[in-house]
Nanobody, 112 residues
Framework: QVHLVESGGGLVQPGGSLRLSCAASGRFSSSVTMGWFRQAPGKEREFVARISSGGSTNYADSVKGRFTISGDNAKSTWYLQMNSLKPEDTAVYYC??????WGRGTQVTVSS
């Protein structure tokens, strides 16, 4: 069974930065696609970013140019660097190993 644990969330002012981490444990293929999703209060969970095992990345239009997804396969840890944060980025952020597992989420609040 695969477990994903997110960390790095918190309260930040508009324009600030945060880096989220997702640590994976358990047995899983090296050919996994990892992603980040988010869910704001009263809204559906939405896609934020993903990275393939080969390093290809995709981003939601709303975060392009501000967020960067990366991974350290040796550490089984993936990251979401979030810059120029806006109040509308406030949400619970979830790590996802596509087709395998979800993390429990970490809260990101962007507010002055």
């Amino acid at each position: 069974q695969v477990h994903l644990v997110e960390s790095g969330g918190g309260l930040v002012q508009p324009g600030g930065s945060l880096r989220l981490s997702c640590a994976a444990s358990g047995r899983f293929s090296s050919s996994v696609t990892m992603g980040w999703f988010r869910q704001a209060p009263g809204k559906e969970r939405e896609f934020v970013a993903r990275i393939s095992s080969g390093g290809s990345t995709n981003y939601a239009d709303s975060v392009k140019g501000r967020f960067t997804i990366s991974g350290d396969n040796a550490k089984s840890t993936w990251y979401l660097q979030m810059n120029s944060l806006k109040p509308e980025d406030t949400a619970v952020y979830y790590c996802n190993m596509f087709g395998v597992a979800w993390g429990r989420g970490t809260q990101v609040t962007v507010s002055s």
